[in-house]
């Protein structure tokens, strides 16, 4: 009852977010039964190809906790999230995820986010976006800076 | 020359970003041979997961350009992006990237982002994050709205 009582957050909120110009798209954060922080898809509103709403609600919850780990949340998205907000939520270490509408829904609603997770399997030199290495020497140095810094934070 | 130039850029922006506490990472977008964005890793320094170099480049390019389409758009980042990265890069449709440092120089420097790759290759349920499914019939509802929704934007 209690995950079904998030979730339901997540579709109102993504419900809501479509008449105020958003994507059909909501997230909750919670940590020990109680709300951190919501998101909603701002994409287009905020001019922000970043803002869906699972990354929007991390983004929040991280402000309101002061920290940069959700370790000991839950988040409920309305819809599966996509790769970049699935990454997101491990870099976040979130505990665990529950969606409601899967990837198959969005794609069927216009938001279709398999070519991303096919070009991920495939070598850097057969995706559809140009990716290439330059000045592969040079690029150590930050690293070497930052293997040699004492008084850094490690993540 | 150009392409080293803005690399470079890239480069140095990241080394500066550990004297300035945050990781070892920096990206630079470039539309018709102009800079337009940079970003740094600021996701300690910050409390913000999501404030990879690339993410927050995309973020700050989007806000100065007024716009949520990096298309025309080139970005240059010290290292390959992570998944995360990878995948914002795609939705903010930047044209090409150029990577100085691979993921594999990352990983030796304590920054191993391979475990995300795995995962998303795994069928949900075999996913070292739980990932669970709910009330997936209630949360058509947002994409109805949508879908049935005449002045949306799409994109």
Known sequence: MEHSYFMRMAIELAAKNVDNGGGPFGAVIVRNGTVVATGVNRVTASNDPTAHAEVSAIRAACLALGTFSLQGCVLYT????????????????????????????????????????????????????PLGELLPDEAQIPFEKWKNKSDKQTY
């Open 78 to 129: 309305s819809c599966e999230p996509c790769p970049m907000c699935l990454a997101a939520i491990y870099w976040a270490r979130i505990d665990a995820v529950y969606y409601g509408a899967d990837k198959d829904d969005a794609a069927n609603a216009g938001f279709d986010d398999s070519f991303i997770y096919k070009e991920f399997v495939l070598p850097r030199n057969e995706r559809s976006k």
